[in-house]
């Protein structure tokens, strides 16, 4: 715990650092992007806050494979490296898109070659999350698709919630330390000669880059991440989902103090439901109208959480305690009875539905009746 805990560290240190100086830059040279229609904000803010979040996870990762009892995680390992390829080559195309505007679909090429190089040179799903029995993956060419399919995936709906100052880092953050304290768990508690894993160090390098990067960005945010950084938050989380994922043939989870093998199947979607909710809504909602998956629009969940009457800090902190719930609540099932902790899941998302929804109810009942 203290190694990975010093990972987080570097990582936010040098993710506050990296970003100030990144905004500094995009200040002085006056690199900002035009407000668009969708955007909450109505002074121009420069969007190179990705180069921050990258800063610190590279450095992290640097750092940890010279560091003690991490290191050996990449001993006979390059995924991590592979890791770091996809994640530069998606901020690059995430600064472009940042800068320039790109077309939709020269993003969506730079996402599939980013996804691709991790699954070709840094992790593969071996094991397809499926309920009651995982499926085991044999072709490799089947793997680099699905392992691609499901980066991409988390990058676009990551990068979907990126609306609000500190959301995204801020429920990526969360998110992240249910995901870490699920893997260090597990093999805190196996019975391993080598009890590093490489899942664990990215959450905990992902979540001191988001705690590095939140003091910049939140509201009023004075850098924005950008889709630089929302999309390599994304692809380092989905990397990390994977890792986990292919563990759950070894028979780790089931050898960790009876961890059942369903908690990194049902772990990694809990913590990203809320931007895969959001990211499918989109995609019905854009598709409906006859418009793309990716044109751009004010229904996000975040945009619905203004219209019924939060402040933009109320709206974010809406958002980060149903990723606690949904995350934590995910998480639990792998430590207490699920009888309990589904009654407590359910009572507390239905206190949150009343909370979330009080603004909406309170401004309906301020109405003047009709004729008085």
């Not at 100052?165 to 969360?174: E, R």
């Not at 160090?201 to 979540?207: C, F, Y």
């Amino acid at each position: 715990m203290i190694m990975y805990s010093l990972m987080m560290l570097t990582a936010a240190v040098v993710s506050y650092l990296a970003t100030w100086v990144a905004r500094q830059m995009g200040n002085k040279l006056r690199l900002f992007a035009p407000i668009r229609s969708r955007d909450m904000h109505s002074v121009p803010i420069s969007r190179l806050g990705g180069l921050g979040l990258f800063a610190g996870f590279a450095v992290a990762l640097v750092v940890a494979s010279n560091s003690f009892f991490v290191k050996d995680i990449f001993h006979g390992n390059g995924a991590p490296w592979g890791i770091l390829a996809g994640a530069l080559v998606i901020v690059a195309v995430g600064v472009a898109d940042d800068m320039m505007d790109i077309r939709w679909w020269v993003k969506l090429i730079g996402q599939c070659t980013a996804a691709t190089i991790v699954a070709v040179w840094g992790v593969q799903m071996s094991v397809v999350p499926f309920v009651p029995e995982p499926i085991r993956i044999e072709a490799e060419p089947l793997r680099v698709v699905l392992t691609a399919l499901a980066i991409v995936t988390t990058m676009n709906a990551v990068n979907f919630i990126d609306g609000l100052d500190g959301l995204a880092a801020g429920v990526a953050a969360i998110g992240g330390v249910a995901f870490f304290l699920t893997a260090y768990w597990v093999h805190r508690n196996a019975t391993l000669t080598d009890r590093s894993d490489l899942a664990a160090l990215l959450m905990a390098i992902i979540v001191g880059c988001c705690i590095g990067f939140l003091p910049h960005n939140w509201f009023p945010a004075k850098i924005f991440m950008g889709d630089s950084g929302a999309m390599l938050l994304g692809l380092v989380m989905a990397s990390a989902g994977v890792v986990s994922t292919g563990q759950i043939s070894s028979g780790l989870y089931d050898r960790a103090n009876g961890i059942p093998t369903i908690v990194p199947i049902l772990l990694p979607f809990a913590i990203l439901s809320l931007p895969l909710l959001d990211l499918g809504l989109a995609v019905l909602r854009r598709t409906a109208r006859g418009q793309s998956p990716w044109s751009a629009d004010r229904g996000h969940l975040h945009h619905k959480l203004i219209e019924l009457g939060h402040t933009h800090r109320t709206a974010v902190l809406m958002m980060y305690v149903w990723t606690c719930i949904l995350a934590f609540g995910g998480l639990a099932f792998a430590i207490f009875p699920w009888q309990m902790v589904l009654t407590v899941d359910i009572v507390a998302a239905l206190i949150m539905a009343g909370v979330t929804a009080w603004p909406y109810f309170v401004r309906k009942g301020r109405r003047p009746v009709d004729g008085v």
